[in-house]
């Protein structure tokens, strides 16, 4: 008997009758334009799909098509379900607002639309990041000051992994689930129930290219985990996409790390659309997910697009991690939350 994440999402959602379904309604919105992604990225080399675009985006990186049509899929199927007040891109400089009558528009959504752009012409897993946030009481200037919340008022979470098979895997605080799309049907279909993250692993992952530049408890602590002070032996395992990085953490265990560098010295990574939701399915998962200085998931943000180191993953290496870069008060305090 095959279970759809809408199926999954209304049948948990019995226990929030608040939620009227309108969850579920904005989960397909994520599910079809995923499928849409899919679809291209299964045939990327025989549609014009592959490569830049001659634009860059306000990261200031050069935009790939798939970019581009992962983000318009998004802002179209999110835009017409009338839940959704406001959207949130990688992709757009600003927040798209959207008018609302009275009683709707009541979620915010924030999405990386392809995760690992860098990949896809390479055939490597690329993903999409999403994040849903209630709007608070109706947003005054209808700016993003309703929007800049910390990743501990998420509502839902999630990302889907376009590799080998297309896994979505989501939470809504009440654990995390992974569907896998089945193409004879077009549905996600249950196959991960109620996914806990081991508590060690034998793989780190990290841009090793960067390693000079990263600030000395970040090498200090790379240090002894790869001469096996931690208690075990280590494989390095870098894909480049963070969101096949970060499944691989999910389902194995172990450590990801994008520390400050030379070129990111508040970090590469985006709190808003790539930290946060994956650190609150770490976190509902048995993880950890720190910036090196406190839980993600309790920054509170002051710009959409603003980045930060990022260090998730088992509780025993972040732990060791944590009492490494010397905040072993925060290492007690973050275990504490989790
Ligand atoms: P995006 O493609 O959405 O811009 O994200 C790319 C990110 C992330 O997926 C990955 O972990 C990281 O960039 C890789 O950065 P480096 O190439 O600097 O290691
Ligand atoms: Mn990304
Ligand atoms: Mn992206």
Request: with cysteine.
């Amino acid at each position: 008997m095959i279970v759809t994440v809408q199926q999954h999402i209304l049948q948990r959602q019995q226990q929030f009758p608040e939620a009227r379904g309108r969850l579920s309604w904005l989960l397909s919105g994520i599910t079809l334009a995923t499928k849409m992604t899919e679809s291209k990225i299964r045939r990327a080399g025989l549609l014009d799909i592959l490569g830049p675009l001659n634009h860059t985006n306000v990261q200031g990186e050069v935009q790939q098509k798939l970019d581009v049509y992962a983000n318009q899929a998004l802002l179209h199927c999110l835009g017409v379900r009338d839940s959704v007040a406001a959207l949130v891109s990688e992709e757009n400089e600003e927040p798209v607002m959207l008018e609302r009558s009275e009683g709707s528009g009541e979620y915010v959504i924030v999405f990386d639309p392809l995760d690992g752009s860098s990949n896809i012409d390479v055939n490597v897993n690329v993903g999409t990041i999403f994040s849903i946030f209630r709007l608070p009481e109706r947003a005054k200037d209808g700016g993003s000051s309703a929007i800049l919340q910390p990743g501990t008022r998420q509502v839902a979470a999630g990302y889907v992994v376009y590799g080998p098979s297309t896994i979505l895997v989501y939470t809504t605080g009440n654990g995390v689930f992974g569907f896998t799309l089945d193409p004879a049907i077009g549905a996600f279909v249950l196959s991960h129930e109620n996914i806990r993250m081991p508590e060690s692993g034998n793989t780190y992952s990290v841009n090793e290219a960067n390693a000079e530049s990263f600030p000395a408890p970040y090498q200090h602590f790379l240090r002894k985990l790869r001469m096996g002070e931690l208690g075990r032996k280590y494989s390095s395992r870098y894909i480049g996409s963070l969101v096949a990085d970060f499944h691989r953490t999910l389902l194995k265990g172990g450590i990801f790390l994008y520390p400050p560098t030379a070129s990111h010295v508040g970090g590469k990574l985006r709190l808003l659309y790539e930290a946060n939701p994956l650190a609150f399915i770490a976190e509902q998962s048995g993880g950890i997910a720190t910036s090196g200085r406190e839980r993600i998931l309790d920054i509170q943000p002051h710009d959409i697009h603003q980045r930060t180191p990022f260090v998730v993953g088992s509780s025993a290496e972040m732990t060791a991690f944590l009492e490494s870069v010397g905040s072993v008060g925060s290492a007690h305090e973050v275990l504490d939350r989790a």
